[in-house]
């Protein structure tokens, strides 16, 4: 069957292999198509890319069915037989890194670099979980009388259903579904209808890995009918989420119905605190890294930019200079360090925040306006003198937008940076290891950035306290979310020893 795509777009795209593209959904093993059909679009070009079936209802029902009459033979298997496919997955990824990056430029617009950069983050988390399936260790606890004794097992929970966003359309797939197939569960997947190429991309290489029919699927279309069997569908024992705090908070109580486990990794409001004492040149970078990675559109993003007032202006001036240099770009045409926003509602975002800082007494250093008059680029923007109550300060900005807001006090900052009711990522960049010991403990955050601007990482805990989710995904504790404990209790009769 031949789709409405863009020849030239699809052209660009270069694949050394063309199969990876995949225009239709994953269940039971086979590739799934509809009557109906979604458009992909290159946010750079507002080309189509290529288009996947609008699958609903009937066919997510499928889908968990299949998951569902997997579960109990890919449970069964030992874990080193888990491991090896994922192990193999995991060499496939690498493999085909390339071409997965580049689909993913084209469907999502992040740079070539930051790309490949998340497809090693994606194949890092197949690896890590390969390599955790095979210690899910139980416990052994000293009986509570003489004639008890206490084993705690780990087993899967058993179907999980995973929905995710388009800001990583690879490595928030991975972080959920290897260490979900580690454990022993099968996984039906709905990835954002905006970026699902890499997600089907995923799926080809698992296959080829050798992940057996059922164990792993993905429904495509539009998100209310695929979400609510997902969410009420009693076959599903797990339900994990990463998207906006709205939506979460939604499917969440949804899920409540049948009582499924549930894991959120919501939005952030990300401080990025530099005090006087901070290496400059480290604070920068940090501060580049973690704004404008991703054309700020990451829930770690910096959100908002608190600056000791002795290093205030030196840092504005040096940030100024570094933004300025930044080259935004079409990721496919050549090096580029920011693409464009994800789409029209995007900029929209961006625009309405800055006009509210300005409202509010803020003042644009660089950048502030869009870059052309179509399609989604947003210059780098710097602003400062942004009001703590501004919107840019409050809500996530989701753009490439520094707002910087000035301080005086240690006290004072830390009470800024927690009155928020999101604690995802927050940083702090100072030379005095103690007030970093004392900021780390005080921050109502999941995760602390010391010194650094960069934190995600396959071996350490990802997630966040308060409004930004429930749960956290990777290292060890990452396998935990797809595992009950059982409790077995044994009662000895009372006995001797036996001479034969
Ligand atoms: P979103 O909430 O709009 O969408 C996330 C996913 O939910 C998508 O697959 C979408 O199709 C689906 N969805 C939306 N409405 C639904 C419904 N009614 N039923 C079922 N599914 C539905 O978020 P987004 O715009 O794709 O992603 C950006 C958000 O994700 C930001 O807030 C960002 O901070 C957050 N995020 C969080 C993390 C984290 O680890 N905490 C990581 C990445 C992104």
């Known amino acids: 069957m031949s789709h409405p795509h863009d020849p030239a777009e699809r052209a660009r795209l270069a694949l050394k292999r063309p199969d990876l593209l995949r225009e239709a959904a994953w269940i039971n093993g086979a590739w799934v198509t509809g009557e ?17 079936p609008a699958l609903g209802e009937a066919e997510t029902q499928d889908a968990v069915a299949a998951a569902a009459a997997a579960f ?3 449970a069964a298997r030992s874990a080193r037989e888990r491991s090896l496919i994922l192990r193999r997955w995991y060499e496939l990824v690498m493999a085909h890194r390339d071409d997965l990056a580049r689909l993913m430029t084209a469907e999502q617009g992040k740079p070539l670099a930051e790309a490949q950069g998340e497809v090693a983050y994606a194949a890092g988390f197949i690896e890590w979980f390969g390599e955790e399936a095979r210690r899910a260790y139980g416990e052994v606890i000293p009986g509570h009388l003489a004639d008890k004794r206490i084993v705690v097992l780990k087993q899967p929970v058993g179907v999980v259903a995973a929905v995710t966003p388009w800001n990583f359309p690879a490595a928030m797939i991975t972080r959920k ?20 190429f890499s997600a089907l991309a995923l799926a080809v290489l698992g296959e080829e890995a050798g992940l057996p029919a059922g164990v792993f699927n993905i429904v495509t279309g539009p998100p209310a009918p695929i979400g609510a069997v997902l969410t009420t569908d009693a076959r599903v024992a797990k339900f994990t989420f990463t998207g906006s705090t709205p939506v979460g908070k939604m499917l969440a109580a949804a899920c409540m119905g049948t009582v499924k486990r549930v894991s959120l990794e919501l939005g952030g409001n990300a401080p990025f605190i530099v005090f006087d004492d901070a290496d400059l040149d480290a604070a920068v970078e940090g501060a580049i890294a973690s704004k404008f990675r991703n054309t700020g559109q990451t829930c770690v993003c910096a959100n908002r930019l608190l600056v000791q007032s002795g290093i205030h202006d030196a840092f504005a001036a040096r940030l100024v200079a570094r933004v300025e240099a930044l080259r935004v770009g079409d990721g496919l045409d050549g090096p580029t360090d920011q693409g464009p926003l994800i789409n029209a509602a995007a900029v929209a975002k961006v625009e309405a925040h800055i006009a509210d800082a300005l409202a509010g007494g803020a003042a644009v250093m660089t950048g502030g306006a869009r870059r052309g008059d179509q399609g989604t680029w947003f210059e780098p923007t710097v602003l400062c003198d942004v009001a703590p109550a501004a919107l840019l300060n409050r809500e996530e900005t989701f753009g490439p937008v520094a707002g910087l807001v000035r301080f005086e006090t240690e006290a004072e900052v830390l009470a800024m940076a927690n009155d928020t009711r999101a604690g ?11 007030r970093a010991w004392r900021m780390g403990e005080g921050l109502q955050y999941g995760m602390v950035g010391l010194n650094t ?26 396998l935990d979310e797809y595992l009950e404990l059982k409790m077995m209790c ?6 001797q020893l036996q001479d034969s």
């Open 72 to 74: 109990p033979a890919w």
């Open 490 to 495: 044994l009662g000895l009769r009372p006995t």
């Open 424 to 434: 995802l990522a927050s940083y702090v960049f100072t030379r005095d290891l103690d």
């Open 177 to 196: 579904v290897a260490p979900a197939l580690a454990a022993g569960c099968t996984v039906v997947l709905k990835p954002s209808e905006l970026t699902p």
């Open 453 to 478: 601007g960069l934190i995600s990482t396959e071996v350490a805990p990802f997630g966040g306290i308060k409004e930004s989710g429930l749960g956290r995904e990777g290292s060890h504790f990452g």
């Open 36 to 52: 109906t059909l979604i458009e992909v679009t290159n946010p750079a070009t507002g080309k189509v890319l290529g288009v996947v």
